[in-house]
């Protein structure tokens, strides 16, 4: 099972021979406002595809939501608001979304904008990690520094965090890096990634000083898995 799941994840160049559909196609959604893409829905009419397409539309109204309140906080010299949306996997089952970029609000230091969306394109649903991942790295839902739960797409183990941590470091991390890792338990996302032929994954609630630098993404390949 956990090798049909993984294909399923990366599904490099085209659907594997077992995959009932075609990979989706998407349709671009009007940009939230200057420099801030928004998530695309996708093309086609059945129902999973609708949920799917109310999740991203709900996202995007959330978004412009949090970008409206962060022009009434920031004064016009302070307010940034970059975020492109990126479909890292585009599979005949499933399919996952990144957007990213920074952001500031005009408090003293900008902030770094990352967030995934993955869908299972069978029940129009979004994938469970904890379902998904092997045995090996399942962990709980983690939770955040002041004890508030976090989305339930953050996912907490000691095995994940020894899987991170190495490959950070062969990514040459520095020490500063390295000091936050061992500061506070961390929390993952993850989303499936066919161009880098593995799952990408990154910590969701490092220091703010260590989001951008620290948090990834890192790529671990799918044989590894």
């Known amino acids: 099972?956990?090798?049909?799941?993984?294909?399923?994840?990366?599904?490099?160049?085209?659907?594997?021979?077992?995959?009932?559909?075609?990979?989706?196609?998407?349709?671009?959604?009007?940009?939230?406002?200057?420099d801030a893409e928004a998530y695309p829905t996708l093309v086609g009419a059945t129902k999973a595809f609708a949920k799917i397409n109310r999740a991203l539309r709900a996202a995007n109204a959330q978004r412009m939501r949090d970008i409206e309140e962060c022009r009434r906080d920031?004064?016009?010299?302070g307010y940034v608001w970059q975020q492109s949306v990126d479909a890292p996997l585009l599979g005949a089952h499933f399919v996952s979304f990144w957007a990213h970029g920074n952001i500031s609000c005009g408090g003293a230091h900008p902030n770094v904008l990352m967030e995934t969306l993955v869908f299972d394109l069978g029940a129009g649903e979004p994938v469970d990690w904890r379902k998904l991942l092997p045995a090996k790295l399942r962990g709980e839902p983690g939770r955040a520094s002041d004890g508030t739960a976090p989305s339930p797409d953050e996912i907490a183990s000691r095995a994940l965090t020894a899987l991170f941590v190495a490959e950070?470091?062969?990514?040459?991390?520095?020490?500063?890096?390295?000091?936050?890792?061992?500061?506070?338990?961390?929390?993952?996302?993850?989303?499936?990634?066919a161009k880098a032929k593995g799952l990408a994954m990154r910590a969701a609630n490092l220091l703010h000083w260590a989001e951008g630098p620290c948090s990834g993404p890192v790529t671990i390949p799918a044989a590894t898995l």
């Open 168 to 193: 950070s470091e062969k990514e040459g991390v520095g020490a500063d890096c390295k000091e936050a890792f061992a500061e506070q338990a961390m929390n993952f996302e993850f989303w499936p990634n």
């Open 74 to 77: 920031a004064r016009p010299e």
């Open 1 to 34: 099972m956990k090798s049909i799941v993984f294909a399923a994840l990366v599904a490099l160049a085209a659907p594997p021979a077992w995959a009932a559909s075609a990979p989706p196609t998407l349709r671009k959604t009007p940009d939230l406002a200057k």
